[in-house]
């Protein structure tokens, strides 16, 4: 067996794995609290992936899973390179995009099948086949899903989020449409994100009132 290859299967292994030992920094951004640990990306990946085969079980959606999995695992193998970045970061949608697609195509420059994962990447940045459009989704629910969790568990305040936060007109005019928590801000601040899904829509709203602790 050729020991390039040998070398490329390693490689990437140890330059993904990275990520496991490094936290979503987005909730940095709300000043979470530290009395617990915050989960690493790849722990986001998981969840995400798990309330995709949730959904898809429930609601018979007629979807490659096989897909959406494989794009929600590799989407996030950009942040080895260019770290979280978080819509407050001032990075534009556009921009994340194209230094996410380059730092995709540095971790997988040297595989046989670079193409394989490089085109899913693309197609889940255009968001225009069905599997990319619910995988974007879960996506971005996953966080929200999770914001509600350290919401319940105390984990957040407002008097600990920074002003930079706070005093964008996005987080302003959320707050003044009452707005309670910060949480609720999170979910409000994505709400727009589902209004074409009728599945996702109903369950951001389901997640409001729903009890992530006992």
């Not at 949730?54 to 996030?76: G, R, T, W």
């Not at 957040?156 to 003044?176: C, G």
């Not at 609720?184 to 602790?213: A, C, M, N, R």
Request: with cysteine; proline share 2%.
């Amino acid at each position: 067996m050729e020991q390039t290859k040998l070398e490329n299967v390693l490689n990437f292994y140890y330059e993904t794995a990275k990520l496991k030992e490094v936290e979503r920094s987005g909730w940095n951004t709300w000043n979470i609290s530290r009395n617990k640990r915050v989960e690493s990306i790849p722990e986001h990946v998981y969840g995400a992936q798990q309330l995709a085969y949730a959904i898809y079980s429930e609601f018979d959606i007629d979807i490659d899973l096989f897909k959406v999995n494989s794009m929600l695992a590799y989407h996030e193998t950009e942040e080895i390179n260019i770290g979280d970045l978080d819509p407050f970061s001032g990075v534009s949608a556009a921009k994340k995009a194209k230094i996410g697609k380059q730092a995709v195509e540095k971790t997988v420059s040297k595989m046989k099948k670079k193409n394989f994962i490089t085109s899913l990447i693309d197609e889940f940045n255009e968001r225009k086949t069905p599997e990319a459009k619910f995988a974007y989704l879960c996506d971005k629910m996953e966080a929200d899903l999770m914001a509600k969790k350290y919401q319940d568990e105390g984990r957040f305040s407002f008097d600990k989020v920074s002003s930079r936060i706070l005093d964008d007109e996005r987080i302003q005019a959320i707050m003044s449409n009452g707005a309670n928590t910060v949480a609720d801000v999170f979910i409000e601040f994505d709400v727009p994100k589902y209004t074409e899904s009728k599945i996702f829509s109903e369950l951001i709203q389901f997640l409001k009132e729903y009890k992530t602790t006992p």
